[in-house]
């Protein structure tokens, strides 16, 4: 246990004892308004709108999810019966939820369209559209054709995602807390490294972008949330790579870049980045910290709800090309967009190079960057939902050049 | 920091410098033989097949890869040409790769198109079958179809996926040293946990499941595996739940089934379930245990090349029906098959009730169990790779009722 992280301190209560009520109105609106017959929803546990949908963490094979304006059946695994009771039948609308683990020997595509067919027995059934989203397993939209039913893609669930109702809000305040802790882990150990030369040591061996990365994913999984792959940390030319998960020493001087993006225990993830460097002489390092700096607050004025996305975007840029850095290239300057919603999935909408306007509800990372592959990378990230008056920051992390232990 | 775990406990060397090569030769193979134009793959980073034949960690959107008998192109987004030529380009086969970032504002699926087209051209192309998994996504399909391609399903890919390759295994091994890690700190916090009338206390709070949970997670992480949300942990009824990942206080005399499927860094899986019980006082727990235990002695004895696969889940089966047990109900008993392959996924061909005869570089766990939904449940997993004399186990750990401070 290093400085600067206490060893009986108190963990994030991310335990709820149940995962944020589905609301499937908006599902059972669009079938309603398209005079369609239901919706069918066809995936795996790592399907992000079945996770929203159903709340129901589910196998590692296809299972289903039906809707009409009535009802909501979750077609399981029978040796998922009692996660999917416990996980799927708290409703937030006035459907009729129902498990089903009937026809177990028959693929996810053909059991939706039997739970469809009684669904819809009895009713005028003359069209015979389905909804669905655009992915589908094509197997599933096979079977669906199979049975009668005619496959038509709907965006409904992207945009349903789109707004957090306060039950996922919740979620994401938590993970995004652990998400701070982590990083709390990271800059403790940056702060505690020792120069050697050009390189650090930590602990006694060299310190490297995978030691960090242990450190920071230990500390997570400490408060119940998982590190999902997807913990990025480089350092110097690794850290103008933008998704580096490898290995690499951290030497003195140059930009330590750390992207953290776990998941919690209901599927929300956190998404939150920091730019350190240890015994700075000054330089680009310097420099782009500054500008980014300054971008990423000046994004942040930008946001509030009614405000088109993409001038979000065109303001950190317009502040990086005043200090000096390029917004027009693949690979050095401001290289990418300067944030994205997060929900169940790490980036979902609004994209803020969209020409929508901000809702509240939104959740969005802001995140302006500047790279050099030659040198390295700097990036600022905050995570936050938009409002009325502007944006609620999820969880607060200090922005600083020079690591500290924290306090 | 518990007794039984040292601080300063060296890690497992689960950072390799790379990913194990893929091998597309036997996709190759596929579209040759079919005669078809090629083979092509659609999916996200979650998408377990993609992973399998690229390597790439991937973005969390659509990209694609493209086979031909002589070539193999990842289409992937610009931001991730950097990880994708790391990730991609180290090959154990014939076939060129390449990586492309053009046509970034087309969906995945006509990117593969364009890259087909490319890869065909004054070739006979007489034949425009295009192989695909069956459950590539429906939009994908057809695109493709829309580019003049004839999307036919192929299990080339869960083929080939069955038998390990030696990079694939050494994967696999050190997976699997870090889950026992990970239930080493379990055994620990169990054998440390203070009886304190019914329940039981550690470190002065009542222990939960969670708690455990959290132990086991962290640990495994300071390995640099992530627990992927499978860490499966039910006490007294909930051990009788398969996949309780929920809070649950855990009780002296009752089952604790702890079932760790964590994920390593290149994707590849562990699978590891131990069960124990503090201050037993004998009765269904000690019997479910020793019926277990035999069962899982006598399936193991089983495995070997050129066995019928579903032999060894029958072993298991009349070993717990001799001890008494339930072998045909859903609820009550042995309600489950003994065993599936792991690989990139968890659950994977081939499945341990089918009609196949095992073979050699099959990796498959054996996992008898009994459960009981007004008292508890006992399993006991080993994950195994089979042999042609027999099998090697992946990693070992002790089988024992009542936990134990780690040696």
């Given at each position: 246990m290093s400085p600067g992280v206490a060893p009986g301190a108190p963990t994030v209560d991310t335990a709820l004892p149940a995962p944020p009520p589905t609301d499937l109105s908006a599902i059972a609106a669009a079938v309603e308004s398209r005079g369609a017959a239901g919706f069918v929803a066809v995936g795996d546990r790592f399907d992000d709108d079945l996770r929203y949908l159903s709340r129901f963490g589910g196998p590692d094979r296809a299972y289903a999810i039906t809707v009409t304006p009535e009802h909501a059946v979750l077609t399981a695994p029978t040796l998922f019966a009692e996660q999917a009771a416990r996980e799927f039948l708290g409703g937030d609308d006035d459907l009729v939820r129902e498990v089903r683990t009937d026809h177990q020997s028959e693929p996810a595509g053909v059991r939706a369209a039997l739970a469809l067919d009684e669904l819809t027995d009895g009713a005028d059934a003359a069209d015979r559209t389905v909804l669905t989203p655009a992915s589908i397993p094509h197997d599933a939209a096979l079977y669906l054709r199979g049975a009668g039913y005619e496959p038509e893609s709907t965006t409904a669930v992207a945009d349903a995602r789109e707004r957090k109702s306060e039950a996922e809000l919740a979620c994401l305040r938590r993970v995004q807390t652990v998400t701070s802790r982590g990083m709390a882990r990271a800059e403790a150990v940056l702060a505690a490294a020792e120069p050697d030369g050009d390189t650090l040591r930590w602990e006694g061996e060299p310190l490297t972008t995978e030691r960090v990365r242990r450190a920071v994913d230990a500390e997570m999984a400490r408060h119940?949330?998982?590190?999902?792959?997807?913990t990025v940390i480089g350092a110097g030319q690794t850290a103008a790579d933008l998704h580096y998960t490898g290995v690499d020493d951290i030497a003195s001087g140059e930009t330590v870049l750390l992207d953290i993006s776990p998941r919690g225990p209901h599927g929300y993830y956190g998404d939150l980045t920091r730019t350190f460097v240890v015994e700075s002489e000054g330089g680009w390092e310097r420099r782009a910290y500054v500008a980014v700096q300054d971008a990423h607050e000046m994004a942040l004025d930008r946001?509030?709800?009614?405000?088109?996305?993409?001038t979000v975007h065109e303001e950190a840029a317009a502040e990086l090309a005043a200090h000096g850095f390029r917004v027009d290239s693949s690979e050095v300057g401001f290289v990418h967009g300067v944030g994205h919603g997060v929900g169940v999935s790490l980036h979902e909408s609004p994209s803020l190079t969209s020409d929508d306007p901000l809702e509240a509800g939104h959740v969005v990372t802001i995140e302006p960057g500047v790279y050099d592959p030659e040198t390295g990378g700097v990036r600022i990230e905050d995570l936050v939902a938009v409002t009325e008056a502007g944006y609620e920051r999820l969880a607060s992390y200090p922005i600083r050049f020079t690591p500290q232990q924290a306090p």
């Open positions: 119940g949330v998982r590190s999902a792959g997807n946001v509030e709800a009614g405000v088109t996305a993409g």
